[in-house]
């Protein structure tokens, strides 16, 4: 099955700062891969994702570049607000995300005033 | 957007006792519903899919006697857990795509056996 690996499982950066948050997967198959933001007790939110068919997506402050051959994704996010703290998820998954999600760890995102 | 909504969002229950969680598609027809389970501090791990009006299909390690899942209809599935025990106390959560393009995640259960 598929095997997501987070890094790193905690950031903290100062506000207005870049934060870079790194993910591989095991599954060439994979070709869906979203990232949540968590925060306790409540829903994943998705604030982006990207197809296996596209290098890259921006989306405001928030892009999401994707290597498949090296099997590997990352999430920017930049000009970091204090409610951009939150854990974030990556995850990979087959047909579009049909097939079941697999997650990552998590990274719990401190954003220092 | 479409919205996923799940009952109870907090349950206390007794150990050896069953509880039951729904999970609704309330604007949308929900083919494919999973099925998720979150520690405290920890990811989320898949349990489960299922297809409406068929068997879910259960990740390894899961027993399928102890969570139970049915999928009734295209708008509702449900997770039984039955003989409950103070290690299944967790964060259940469900999500559903219609399309598979797009998955909607319902707002969580907190489940606390005593």
């Known amino acids: 099955g598929e095997n997501v690996e987070q890094h790193p499982s905690t950031l903290s950066v100062q506000e207005g700062d870049s934060a870079v948050i790194k993910c591989t997967y095991s599954d060439s198959a994979s070709n869906y891969f979203p990232w949540y933001k968590q925060e306790l007790g409540k829903r994943p939110q998705l604030i982006i994702d990207i197809r296996s068919n596209v290098g890259e997506k921006k989306d405001q402050r928030i892009a999401v570049t994707l290597n498949k051959t090296a099997k590997h994704f990352s999430l920017h996010i930049t000009e970091t607000q204090p409610e951009d703290s939150a854990v974030y998820f990556c995850a990979a998954g087959e047909g579009g995300g049909a097939d079941g999600l697999t997650f990552g760890k998590g990274t719990h995102l401190i954003i220092q005033p | 957007g479409a919205v996923v909504s799940q009952h109870p969002s907090r349950v206390i229950c007794k150990s050896g006792t069953s509880v039951k969680i729904e999970c609704r598609s309330l604007d949308f027809q929900a083919t494919t519903m999973f099925w998720y389970r979150q520690f405290p501090k920890k990811s989320l791990m898949l349990m489960a899919t299922?297809?409406?009006?068929?068997?879910?299909?259960?990740e390894q390690g899961v027993e399928k006697d102890k969570f139970l899942i049915n999928h009734a209809s295209l708008t509702l599935s449900t997770l039984t857990v039955t003989s409950a025990h103070p290690e299944d106390s967790s964060f259940y959560i469900c999500s559903a795509t219609s399309d598979g393009n797009t998955i909607y995640f319902g707002e969580g259960s907190w489940l606390t056996v005593v």
């Open positions: 299922s297809n409406e009006g068929s068997k879910a299909t259960y």
